[in-house]
């Protein structure tokens, strides 16, 4: 193939509409992308028979036969990485139609691009854009919030049950290497239940040279692939609300440490099974995505296992996000955060946290960047991390106050007294003063502020809705 400039693969994309469906295209990029990366290892004994099937696909002969031809070298030449990570899916048969000459602009994309980890980030944006249902990716911005607030080290193991396309496990790994970690010192490991989400998570880690083990496709519900090891860093963004999860025998189950889940929603079977697989001694600290509703729901079952994390002082911290910041999920999202001891003690910080939940309500910080399309800005993530870290009293942060719709420390006991209650928006504000005999005009006064606190929720909920309903 004759050099070119690089070619972006929204133009290759474009290049291949009629004959290659998009899903199709990207899939084929990323498999491409890959081939390229084992094809030029250090490792001369794995790469030959990748360089030897790159070689073939960038010669002319191969684009005078079909679509089909041009896959199976890719694919022979992937042999040996699916022996060390995961079984690779096959494209539809119908690329049988395909000339392999129409496949040249994706080959082109991928031959020139000088950054693979930079190409594979822009095909997962474009599943991102064009994904339909439940299966998403976590966004990056929303991905490197939640590496920051766990802050993983060089040599500790961090773990995500749901990983996706990995972009967690690729996130915390990015963090431990600014805090002087080398290639490797992170352990990650992964599972999802999706065939399709595994391939792309083990290409994910490849391509950006970061070692992981991967298990599934199973739910780590119902089937953990890791059910005797625990980890210093749990991390998830499971399925919101999931229905199907449970299976015979579920009531047995060794996470379910605070009560048996619902079974006909997984959000606290999710929650038990993040806790359970944190490290114990005071290393362990998790962090879950759940919807907003996780946060004050009134079922029975699910107060049982909210009061037990809240209780037992699992609970640290529970982060308000604002609505459209993940793909395909409309409504605002709470992300909790876990940690197995809040006890003072290195890596946490100087502030004995034991018996109290911070709350951080973050609802309005997000900003839209495209139709349908928001984003959590650096300023929003420096706050929100910030304020974690001056709560625990960690090391060169202000001293914490509580701030009136942003942010309050509350007790378990005050947090017991309101059906624990954990959903920011309703804690934050402004508190309303004890009835005594102070004057009448201060009280009514207090009542005024923490009802304008009130009003202000809701008309920020109102034109969130009115935003992401004008987009349908």
Known sequence: MEKASNVSLSRA???????????????????????????ERDDLMERSQAEHAWSGVLGRGLWT??????????????????????????????LTDVRGADLEPLVRCVSTAPDLATLFEDC???????????DYYTPTDLAGLVAGLMEPRPGESVYDPACGSGGFLLKADEYARTQGGKLGDTALYGQDSNRAALETAAINLTVHDAPGSLRGPASSLTESGFQDLTFDVVLANPPFNQTAWSQQGVEIHPDWHYGLPPTGNANF??????????????????????????????????IQIRAGLVEHDILSCV???????????????????????????????????????????????????ARGRRILPDDARNRITATFASWRGAQGQEP????????????????????????????VGAPVAEPGHGDDKERVGALAQELYSLFGASHRLEAELRDLLDQW
């Open 400 to 427: 914490y106050e509580d701030v009136p719709g942003w942010c309050r420390s509350l007790a378990v006991e005050e947090i017991a007294a309101q059906n624990h209650d954990v959903l920011p928006s309703r804690r």
């Open 65 to 94: 036969r079909d679509g089909r031809d041009v896959v199976s070298e890719v694919q022979h030449g992937l042999w040996g990485w699916q022996a060390h990570h995961v079984e690779l899916r096959d494209l539809p048969p119908d």
């Open 13 to 39: 994309l474009d290049a291949v509409r009629g004959a290659l469906t998009q899903p199709d295209a990207v899939h084929f990029v990323m498999l491409l992308a890959l081939l390229r990366h084992e094809a």
């Open 319 to 369: 982060i308000e996000l604002p609505a459209g910041l993940l793909p395909h999920v409309r409504n605002p999202v709470t992300l909790w955060l876990f940690n197995s001891s809040k006890k003072a003690r290195p890596f946490w910080g100087a502030s004995d946290r034991s018996g109290q939940t911070l709350l951080i309500d973050a609802g309005d910080t997000a900003v839209k960047v």
């Open 269 to 302: 079977a999710w929650a038990q099974h993040v806790v359970s697989r944190m490290s114990p001694k005071g290393r362990g600290r998790g962090a879950l995505l759940l919807p907003t509703a996780a946060a004050s729901t009134t079922r029975s079952a699910e």
């Open 124 to 134: 997962l944006e474009h599943v991102q854009r064009s994904a339909k249902g439940g």
